[in-house]
């Protein structure tokens, strides 16, 4: 199976992606493209959405 290690943007940690996945047909179409891991991700998208209840309940 093909992968391409990748750096994280935001915890700059390298992890891979592998072939069939959406990033990784990205990092193949540009290497210059910025790339985040599952778990950085995952808090990111915990946090819009706990920013965005709290904005709902003003």
Do not use: P
Request: proline share 0%; with cysteine; charged share 35%.
């Amino acid at each position: 199976m093909f992968y391409y290690d990748v750096l994280c943007y935001n915890c700059k940690n390298t992890f891979r992606v592998y072939e069939g996945s959406q990033k990784y047909k990205q990092a193949k179409e540009r290497k210059d493209k910025l790339f985040c891991c599952e778990d950085c991700a995952d808090k990111i998208r915990i946090e819009a959405i706990m920013n965005f209840m709290r904005e709902m309940n003003r």
